[in-house]
């Protein structure tokens, strides 16, 4: 009875609180007053709310419900909330346990810390003290789930990185590919006026771009003349390779797309899908002017590398039909400017 009392009080009241809906917070105490006052307080603030009047049951709950807050007294007949807070830390780590008790002393605070609580309220409380405590240690988790996502990042972005790395040492004719065309791609997605994030995402795609040959044999990676038409059809799987190993890191996987489709050409004759036009995403066609241009600068196991100025040609005779018109006459342009002088060294 108490517990459908509550959720007939949230169902009534979280109606009007769409900022908040998603929030999830469970209150465990054996007080039913305290519980009742707790899901009227919190429900008015927009949080969905379940309750429980012990350690057990509320160790049940959380095994279906991913909760973001826990709220629990300490003195409870059964578990404590202390032992409760340290299994609740030891399956749930990322969920804050805020503690409520009556016995506001130092060593119990240590305790509690020590123990997988985040925070603590001593009885009585004012009601504000609630809504204030809550938000801090919901932002404090949102906060370091952040910091955790962008070491994740990093720290697979690294890796990602050393599979380049390792690529590039494969074709060692090759060995600053990668490089090189990261930096023509930033220098034209610059000029072009890309933003911020479109920027941040360009230098990733643009990195990792060529990943997906670590599935590419030695012996068709680095032949000397021309490969077969089924030597091309391997050569050919690097790109959705490429977007797999990315898209596998959930952190780059907005960049899976960009990487799969930079040699997809205007005219739909390009792979893996054959997209035409502005099918293809933005980025990969200024990436695919980036990596053919260092490409035909560039030494090959098959051929020696060509001139600058037949490469520009190239570019121009292809353009509107492999490339992007609009990338490839700003490319154009900004060598012309000699703003692409240092890219290749």
Known sequence: MQKSHARKVRTQRVSAKTLKQAISILVVDDDEW???????????????????????????????????????????PGMDGI???RILHRTHPAIPVVLLTGFGHIDLARLALREGASDFITKPFNLDTIAIIVERNLERKRLELQKALEQDSLIMFKTIQALVAAIDARQKQTALHSKRVTDIAMALGNRIGLDNNEMRCLELAAHVHDVGKIAVPDNILNKCGALTPEEWVTMRIHSEAGADIVGQVNELSYISDVV??????????GYPDGLKGESIPLLSRIIAVADAYECMISDRPYRSRLSEEVALVQLAENAGTQFDKRFVEVFLDMHNRNELTLLTE
Do not use: C, Q
């Open 34 to 76: 305290i519980r009742d006052l707790m899901v009227h307080t919190l429900t008015d603030l927009g949080y969905l709310v379940e309750i429980a009047s012990n350690a057990e049951d509320a160790l049940r709950l959380t095994r279906n419900i991913p909760f973001d807050l826990v709220l629990s007294d300490v003195r409870m």
């Open 260 to 269: 799969r489709h930079h040699h997809e050409k205007v005219d739909g004759s």
């Open 83 to 85: 032992e409760f807070s």
